[in-house]
């Protein structure tokens, strides 16, 4: 299985920071990378694929980048409904998903 | 806008059998749900999430996660947009939230663009 480590667990942010978050995988998996965002008792929500695709109607604020196995999901200017969870999974292989990364208010 | 619509929470004692189901709708003019594979993934109470497998209803053909393979049998039924998720003998370990999830495959992996609003399964004797 190709594992993904995601950091930091958590991060305390204020609205209108600069946030990012980093996911490593344990070998190299191209762009075959998504980024999810979840918020308490609901369903996960997709952000990103092929690690840099915006979804249809995700705000322009989030972004990703990175190839190989290092990656990153930055959301330019945090907002209060961007207080969530974030996941990273790739499709390399077997799917698989990152342990997760909370962001909460500073 | 697809919609995919899962059944209700179930509470179960361990060796009880169990079938959750997943109905798609929604779909654009052009396409439906047999064009479309539909996957399982799993969150256990507290925890990150888990793919199981998904099923190709066209066809049903039908991959597994290594994890899953022998423990879960992924199944659909295209006549009536319904993906289905079941064991045959529940464990308390298979405590957790089920979501149904339309796939973009790239063999072996796929991606996940639109969720279901989660089955909350409870095993406990």
């Known amino acids: 299985d190709i594992q993904m480590t995601q950091s930091p667990s958590t991060l305390s942010a204020s609205v209108g920071d600069r946030v990012t978050i980093t996911c490593r995988a344990s070998?190299?998996?191209?762009?075959?990378l998504a980024w999810y965002q979840q918020k308490p008792g609901k369903a996960p929500k997709l952000l990103i694929y092929?690690?840099?695709s915006l979804e249809s109607g995700v705000p322009s604020r989030f972004s990703g980048s990175g190839s190989g196995t290092e990656f990153t999901l930055t959301i330019s200017s945090l907002q209060p409904d961007d207080f969530a969870t974030y996941y990273c999974?790739?499709?390399?292989?077997?799917?698989?998903f990152g342990g997760g990364t909370k962001v909460e208010i500073k | 806008e697809v919609q995919l619509v899962q059944s209700g929470a179930e509470v179960k004692k361990p060796g009880e059998s169990l079938k959750i189901s997943c109905k798609g709708s929604?779909?654009?003019?052009?396409?439906?749900?047999?064009?479309?594979?539909i996957g399982w993934v799993r969150q256990m109470p507290g925890k990150g999430l888990e793919w199981m497998g998904i099923?190709?209803?066209?066809?049903?053909?039908?991959r597994y996660s290594p994890s899953f393979q022998g423990q879960v049998t992924i199944s659909a039924d295209k006549s009536i947009s319904t993906a289905y998720l079941q064991w045959s003998s529940l464990e308390a370990s298979d405590t957790g939230i089920y979501y149904c999830?339309?796939?973009?495959?790239?063999?072996?992996?796929?991606?996940?663009?639109?969720w279901g609003q989660g089955t909350l399964v409870t095993v406990s004797s």
């Open positions: 070998q190299s998996i191209s762009s075959w």
């Open positions: 099923i190709y209803p066209g066809d049903s053909d039908t």
């Open positions: 929604g779909y654009s003019s052009g396409y439906s749900f047999t064009n479309y594979w």
């Open positions: 999974q790739q499709f390399s292989g077997y799917s698989t």
């Open positions: 999830v339309r796939a973009f495959y790239y063999a072996p992996g796929s991606y996940f663009d639109s």
């Open positions: 092929k690690a840099s």
